[in-house]
């Protein structure tokens, strides 16, 4: 069975991450979305809400959804993934990728890392971009699923705290 990992901060997941974790799973046995913790960021979501939200709106039979805070490729090792899935929207996440990529080769060169390129309407897309809209007052309807609409809604705008 050919395992895949998509990881991210999913600070909120957004329609941007739904679109390459479904891709993923269409070239994929099974698919392994991993909320990780992003130390250079500071979270609007607990891991475990962010948990939450994705099993909220991921449909697929062949995805499942964990966490992790150590190290990818560990992770990797200890399920027996055969790829890293990762999304591109820009030529400005290239070099972060390409470094990201070639680390963990180097740390387990089993692994390949394979980039999804975003779907056009998804390229500006981002998880700080729809909290910032949204805390401003915009409409975030066609940037994250319907079904954790309200829930960011409401966080974003401080009406609920996560503490
Ligand atoms: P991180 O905090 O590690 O950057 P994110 O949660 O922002 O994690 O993103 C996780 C993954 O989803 C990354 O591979 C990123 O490139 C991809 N991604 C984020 N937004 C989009 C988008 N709009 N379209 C396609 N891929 C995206």
Known sequence: ??????????????????DI??????????VIVLVMTNSEKHALFSLEERVELLK??????????DTYDGLLVNYAKKT?????????????????????????????PEIETVFLTAKGV??????????????LDGDISRFVPQEI???VVLRCKGEINND
């Open 149 to 151: 609409l309200d829930e």
């Open 122 to 135: 998804n390229m500006f897309l981002s998880s700080s971009m729809v909290k910032e809209v949204c805390r």
């Open 80 to 108: 027996g993934a055969v790829a890293i899935v990762k999304g591109l929207r820009a030529v400005s996440d290239f070099e972060y990728e390409f470094q990201q990529a070639l680390t963990n080769k180097s740390l387990l």
């Open 56 to 65: 909220k709106c991921v449909k697929k039979k062949n995805v499942e959804i």
């Open 1 to 18: 069975m050919k395992i895949a990992i998509c990881p991210g901060s999913f600070d909120p997941v957004t329609l941007g991450h739904i």
């Open 21 to 30: 974790i479904e891709r993923a799973a269409e070239l994929f046995d099974k």
